[in-house]
């Protein structure tokens, strides 16, 4: 298949110009072959996944984080991200993780996906770690019960205060810093980054798998339970 036409069923999906300014979505490495016959999914392109493709005999990588910077030896093969356009679009990347905790949220500006659920902090609790077994828990004034759930995937702390502006109880999110957690005026669940983006690999695979074969890449969480 024409790796363009492949791209731009993803671009459907996500348009590109939803992307944030310092965001590199788009094509990470783009080669003079134009006809792809397998194609890798992955969230993060590292050595592991690089070395995975090649044993796959995959011909192009579509990720979701994108690269800042390209090792050489990466080059040879065809490297394509969804990031903060996924992140915005419908049924993207918070959207995945929402749907998975058997929630339908709203849009709320950009990023951010609001749930509106008479729900106990226990409850949710126990479908959060269904999702993500990790998870940590922050209620600084030990609320029972929350109503107003706002949710983004990935680092989401810059919209702590968009999710208090709308008068959410719960924001739900990756990557919390203790002072933030400290902080804190609402009940708050850090999910962790990579378990909040990984189902987003089953998104792509959605989008492409009639047109193309699909390999979807072994990746695990850097982080340890000890």
Not at 2 to 14: G, M, P, T
Not at 99 to 125: D, Q, T, W
Not at 200 to 212: A, C, E, H, M, Q
């Amino acid at each position: 298949m024409n790796k363009y036409d492949l791209v731009k069923i993803i671009e459907n999906f996500a348009p590109p110009e939803l992307q944030e300014k310092w965001d590199c979505s788009g094509w990470v490495v783009e080669t003079s072959q134009n006809d792809v016959k397998r194609v890798m999914i992955a969230l993060t392109v590292d050595e592991k996944v690089f070395k995975q493709a090649l044993n796959k005999n995959c011909d192009m990588i579509i990720s979701h984080h994108p690269m800042f910077s390209v090792p050489l030896a990466f080059r040879g093969i065809d490297i394509y991200c969804a990031h903060t356009n996924m992140d915005k679009a419908l049924g993207g990347t918070t959207d995945t993780f929402i749907e998975a905790l058997g929630f339908h949220g709203s849009p709320e500006g950009e990023f951010l996906r609001i749930v509106e659920k008479n729900i106990s902090v226990k409850e949710l609790a126990q479908k959060i770690k269904k999702v993500s077994p990790n998870a940590r828990l922050i209620n600084n004034n030990g609320v029972q019960n929350v109503s107003k759930i706002a949710f983004c995937a990935g680092s989401g702390m810059d919209l702590y205060h968009e999710a208090i502006e709308n008068d959410c109880d719960c924001f739900v999110t990756g990557d919390i810093k203790y002072h933030s957690a400290v902080d804190a005026q609402i009940v708050m669940f850090d999910v962790g980054h990579f378990e909040s983006e990984i189902l987003i690999k089953k998104v792509f695979y959605g989008l492409i798998k009639d047109k193309i074969e699909v390999v979807i890449a072994d990746e695990n969480s850097p982080f340890k339970t000890i």
